[in-house]
């Protein structure tokens, strides 16, 4: 989990704005010296997107005293980080997990997150900000991964847009 203090009130879109900014800064460092987890992909236009550091893929939830979800509302701006390795691992335990998470959006929201329902797994990306995206959404992250970047530490390989 990372919080940040600034800027404390935005709205969805602004929120979005920013998780973007951070991730791709943290990416572009990153990218120098690692590549993409095997079987994940570097292209947020993809179904097994992942956001990557050190090489492992993982997903993000972005929270804010903001958001129109209560489940996505913290009092700071955060960014709750999961490897996706742990999601793989729960294997058909995530499906309990995933109904006790769409029942408690019931619960504080009155209905399962909308961005869930109709985008579901099709891209993970339009699922960090917490936000229903539009359908013509564009991520406005670029991996700079190149076809072929393997971490030189776990020897693995990645496919993504090199291009900014």
């Known amino acids: 989990m990372a919080t940040f203090d600034e800027p404390a009130r935005m709205d969805e879109h602004e929120f979005e704005?920013?998780?973007?900014?951070?991730?791709?800064?943290?990416?572009?460092?990153?990218?120098?010296?690692?590549?993409?987890?095997?079987?994940?992909?570097?292209?947020?236009?993809?179904?097994?997107?992942?956001?990557?550091?050190?090489?492992?893929a993982f997903f993000?939830?972005?929270?804010?005293?903001?958001?129109?979800?209560?489940?996505?509302?913290?009092?700071l701006p955060a960014l709750a980080i999961t490897a996706n390795e742990q999601?793989?691992?729960?294997g058909e335990k995530f499906l309990s997990l995933q109904e006790r998470i769409r029942a408690r959006e019931v619960t504080n929201n009155g209905s399962v997150n909308p961005s869930f329902t109709r985008y579901e797994y099709?891209?993970?990306?339009?699922?960090f900000s917490g936000r229903l995206t539009e359908p013509d959404w564009k991520c406005p992250y670029r991996s700079r991964h190149t076809e072929r970047s393997a971490d030189p530490q776990i020897g693995e390989t990645c496919s993504g847009d090199a291009s900014l």
């Open 87 to 90: 999601f793989m691992a729960l």
């Open 17 to 56: 704005r920013v998780l973007w900014r951070h991730l791709q800064l943290v990416h572009d460092l990153d990218s120098r010296e690692h590549g993409v987890q095997q079987g994940a992909s570097s292209d947020p236009e993809e179904s097994n997107f992942g956001f990557h550091v050190g090489g492992h």
């Open 60 to 75: 993000v939830a972005g929270m804010h005293p903001g958001s129109s979800r209560a489940t996505r509302r913290f009092s």
């Open 122 to 127: 099709e891209r993970p990306a339009r699922h």
